[in-house]
């Protein structure tokens, strides 16, 4: 059988990182539940806290073939993954650069942990690698940045930031969620360390909590140094579930990324909608740089209507798209990030980002874009005649 590295996606997808059932030959992984193992006559002492047992060692096998890198591991939750994965790399005196537009919980676990600890930070002003380049310093460590961003859809040259980084001898992060392997493959753009909140394209169906990073073996082992001691490891059942929902995930996200394209272009025209986010559309100022990083552009999208719409009475009135937290399940949903995903940034915080009340995020699912169009113009129809 072919090297994991040479299958197609949706053979990588499906097949690696099973967990053979040598008892009974069923077509699915089995799950080890168990919490205790054997300790003497045995190759690995395992443990679920050292994200080991068969569930989680099988599983990252197969992230690691979708990112494209040596060696993956699993965490309870996105912030679980990142705080691991960034406080494994340093220590008191150090330094980060961090992209200005980052996922909310991200920018509030730097803002509210690094300075106990004695790091420090900044956050740049725009996603222009110059920006990143100003900020470097002798003891800068990192270089974070996610793209597309949460919730602007953002675009950062990838490789630009890699290349310098790596003239720098810094680390590069990259938050891949919002892309999913399935779009966008930082490792070969040249990003050390790439994470997820796989709560959701990797999980899929909103119904898992979970994180991952994948990265070479070196930085895999200095992140499962620290990660035993903050103990964000999975439950094997989430765990076996995680696996279940990445055998659909090449499948599920071209749909989704299909169904956005025609989302972001009937937004684009639509007289009642006053912005439309998405880096697939030629209006998008990084446009050019996306087409150079990206397979496809992503399921993820944001739009502002117009001032005399108010955007909390448009999604209640939306039938079929669900105003709903998170993101990336089959099911099409909105959120306002000025409520949820940046609700504790000040008010001063989320301006200067970008991040108007108005704002509205649109995660589109698999359902017939028709009828997601409809649901938009009736709940358009309605806000307007019910003012």
């Not at 080890?32 to 990252?60: H, I, W």
């Not at 990073?213 to 903050?230: C, P």
């Not at 150079?292 to 955007?311: C, P, R, T, V, W």
Request: with cysteine; net charge neutral; glycine share 6%.
């Amino acid at each position: 059988m072919k090297d994991s590295k040479k299958r197609g996606l949706n053979t990588i997808c499906v097949h690696t990182g099973e967990v053979e059932d040598t008892q009974f030959k069923g077509a699915v992984s089995p799950i080890f539940m168990s919490t205790s193992y054997a300790f003497d006559g045995v190759e690995e002492k395992r443990y679920p806290r050292y994200f080991n047992t068969p569930n989680q060692a099988m599983l990252c096998k197969k992230i690691a073939a979708l990112e494209h890198t040596e060696d993956a591991l699993i965490f309870s939750s996105g912030m679980a993954a990142i705080s691991s994965a960034m406080f494994a790399f340093l220590k008191s005196g150090d330094h980060v650069i961090i992209q200005q537009v980052v996922y909310g919980g991200t920018f509030h676990l730097i803002a509210a942990e690094f300075e106990k600890y004695g790091i420090e930070y900044s956050f740049t002003s725009s996603d222009n690698v110059k920006d990143f380049k100003s900020l470097i310093k002798t003891n800068t460590k990192i270089v974070y940045i996610e793209t597309p961003s949460n919730p602007l859809l953002g675009i950062t040259d990838i490789r630009a930031i890699s290349n310098l980084a790596k003239a720098h001898k810094v680390i590069t992060m990259i938050d891949n969620t919002f892309a999913s392997p399935i779009n966008q493959n930082p490792a070969l753009l040249g990003i050390d360390i790439v994470l997820h909140s796989a709560t959701k394209y990797m999980g899929g169906h909103s119904d898992i909590s979970a994180g991952a990073v994948a990265a070479s073996k070196e930085h895999i082992s200095q992140i499962w140094n620290t990660a035993i001691n903050f103990g964000g490891n999975l439950s094997d059942q989430t765990v076996w579930l995680l696996e279940r929902s990445l055998k659909t995930l090449n499948l599920r996200v071209k749909a989704q990324t299909k169904n956005a394209m025609i989302m972001a272009k009937y937004l684009e025209t639509n007289k009642d909608i006053s912005r439309v986010y998405y880096p697939g559309l030629e209006s998008h100022p990084q446009h050019e740089i996306a087409k150079k990083q990206m397979k496809y552009f992503g399921a993820m999208l944001s739009f502002e209507l117009n001032d005399d719409i108010d955007a909390l009475t448009f999604q209640n009135n939306l039938r079929l798209i669900k105003p709903s937290m998170s993101l990336a399940g089959l099911e099409s949903t909105t959120v306002s990030p000025a409520q949820t995903t940046h609700a504790l940034l000040s008010e001063n915080e989320r301006l200067e980002r970008g991040i108007r009340d108005g704002l509205i995020r649109f995660s589109v699912g698999i359902e017939d874009a028709e009828d997601l169009i409809e649901d938009i113009e009736q709940a358009i129809r309605k806000t307007l005649t019910t003012k």
